[in-house]
């Protein structure tokens, strides 16, 4: 039997229902992180791949009330819904979790329209991501972030190369809140290890930002003058 809770009240079990490549994924990163995962699949040849990976990998149709019924699935309190392209299947499924009292309803949506039919029958959270993943890419491309990651508020947290007016200077000398409106969460130096930001911290030339802010604070930050990438 899966246990309900975890330490500090956080899941130590969660349902995935669709184990493509974004189902996958995700129940592996729940595995990694000592959670017991019940992944569940119609695909035969899928649920054999996994039989090995997840604490427990179940052949079953997710929008067969009755069969999720039989798995337990009301005595968890979080599940993810990972199926995308069958939107029927993906919402039927949502129902199912719905109705067997999960409280917590992860869920995949693949356009605008699909999640709003997810949130309108249940889901507590519906993520896209493949609009999530497009848009760190676009960051990326664009030269001035290496990596990107907004939230549905306007907010964002970037990791990008400090701008020439920061170099050789102390968090608080430079004043990047109060010029820029971002906050400097993070550096790191070339060759060393992340380190949390303090006002006393120096930059240099070469170091990387992990910095946070609204969407377009963090963006026009990222487009300041200075070194990119790997050029010093």
Not at 206 to 227: C, H
């Amino acid at each position: 039997m899966l246990a309900k809770r975890g330490r500090r009240g956080g899941a130590s079990a969660v349902a995935v229902i669709g184990l493509g490549r974004f189902g996958s994924a995700v129940a592996e990163s729940l595995v990694r992180q000592g959670i017991d995962v019940l992944a569940i699949d119609e695909d035969a040849e899928r649920v054999q791949r996994f039989a090995d990976e997840f604490t427990h990998t179940v052949q079953a149709d997710a929008t067969d009330g009755e069969a999720m019924r039989q798995l337990g699935l009301g005595q968890l309190d979080s599940a993810v819904v990972a199926i995308g392209s069958d939107i029927e299947a993906s919402v039927l499924s949502v129902i199912t979790l719905v109705e067997a009292g999960v409280k917590t309803i992860y869920a995949k949506a693949i356009t605008r329209k699909h999640g709003k039919i997810l949130q309108s029958i249940g889901a507590t959270k519906v993520i896209y991501p493949e609009y999530v993943m497009g848009t760190r890419v676009a960051h990326m491309v664009s030269g001035g972030l290496s990596d990107y990651l907004e939230f549905e508020d306007g907010f964002a947290i970037a990791r990008t190369y400090a701008p020439t007016e920061t170099w050789d200077k102390d968090l608080a000398t430079s004043a990047v809140r109060t010029h820029h409106r971002i906050s400097v969460v993070g550096v790191k130096r070339p060759g060393q290890p992340f380190e949390y930001a303090v006002p006393e911290t120096v930059i240099g030339q070469g170091d990387e930002l992990v910095i946070s802010g609204t969407t377009e604070d963090v963006e026009r930050f990222s487009g300041l003058k200075g070194t990119r990438h790997h050029e010093v």
